[in-house]
């Protein structure tokens, strides 16, 4: 199994342009999600699926978009970037077991300028 | 509601002495407790979890964490730190109830330091 993979691992976005971020996991992990890491602010969520079909905010969805057509991809959607949204993005998936660890991919490093 | 308060931004230690990082979480319920670590330029990795049971989880790496109800507490352990050790800690809960959330709850990580 690859896990959850994440693409690009790097990318440097201009204030107003919009890009995908892309997660797929081989797992068949019901639950995904959408973090944010910033230096010393841990980990925030910023949008989750329980399933196909299914998707709801977290703490700090504004500025972003998600979908969930499939049960193995979870992209994240940015539009009109923003220089607040320079981040580490990580996606991570479990299985539906409430007490299953979360699987984390490699992260996307985002710079808006 | 629940939460997770990891109060050490940095712990140092030297190669070889025991290590403990600190965790204190807040649930509604019973918890469901979790470690992960994150080496540089990585994702997150799951170290051990807590469901019930023995208040001593054993998890990858050599590490450990002891669950204690009355204190709300989930430290992390290990009796000998290497200089890999070196990385950011994660303390997560979920809680354990029928219907809990779906989302865990993490700290804002422990950084690690091992010194040689």
């Known amino acids: 199994n690859a896990g959850v993979t994440q693409t690009p691992k790097f990318r440097i976005l201009k204030i107003g342009q919009s890009m995908t971020l892309q997660c797929a996991q081989d797992?068949?992990?019901?639950?995904m999600y959408w973090y944010r890491q910033d230096p010393g602010m841990g980990l925030k969520l910023i949008y989750y699926?329980?399933?196909?079909?299914?998707?709801d905010k977290g703490e700090v969805p504004n500025g972003y978009n998600v979908s969930r057509s499939t049960t193995e991809d979870f992209p994240l959607r940015l539009e009109l970037a923003a220089p607040s949204q320079t981040s580490v993005y990580f996606c991570a998936s479990r299985r539906q077991e409430n007490n299953s660890p979360l699987h984390f991919g490699n992260g996307t490093r985002l710079t808006v300028t | 509601a629940q939460s997770v308060a990891q109060p050490e931004d940095q712990v140092n230690v030297a190669e070889g002495n025991p290590l403990t990082v600190k965790c204190t979480y807040s649930v509604s319920g019973n918890p469901y407790l979790f470690w992960y670590v994150q080496y540089p330029n990585r994702g997150l990795q799951f170290l051990l979890k807590y469901i019930t049971g023995d208040n001593l989880v054993k998890g990858s790496y050599g590490f450990e964490a002891e669950f204690n109800k009355s204190q709300t507490s989930f430290h992390l352990k290990k009796p000998s730190a290497l200089v890999s050790d070196s990385a950011l800690y994660f303390c997560?809960?979920?809680?354990?109830?029928?219907?809990?959330?779906?989302?865990?709850?993490f700290g804002r990580g422990t950084s690690l330091i091992v010194h040689p």
């Open positions: 797992m068949n992990h019901n639950y």
């Open positions: 997560a809960v979920r809680d354990a109830r029928a219907g809990g959330s779906y989302i865990p709850t």
């Open positions: 699926s329980v399933g196909a079909g299914i998707t």
